[in-house]
């Protein structure tokens, strides 16, 4: 929960920095091309924030290590239980 509040902390500041710049309540003139600018930031952000996730989940995907001893394991208790299973009279 501590991280969540954070977060919202952290965007709320922005948020409210943003909403300051793009409405003009602290008084500052900035020129043309940084009103320009400032406008679609929050989207700007947003799809890098999103590029960024993908990215992430991608590269973790494909460096996913795979447990060999785990899947070892795994085989020699499913043959033991099929084994118990078909002493016990259950056919496959």
Known sequence: MMKLVQWLWGLAILGSTWAALTTGTLGLELPL??????????????????????????????TFHDCEDATRELQSQI????????????RF
């Open 79 to 90: 043959q033991e239980a099929r084994a118990d299973l078909a002493l016990r009279g259950l």
């Open 33 to 62: 091309s940084c009103q320009e600018v400032l406008w679609p930031l929050p989207a700007y952000l947003l799809v890098s924030i999103g590029c960024y996730a993908l990215a992430t989940v991608g590269y973790r995907v494909a």
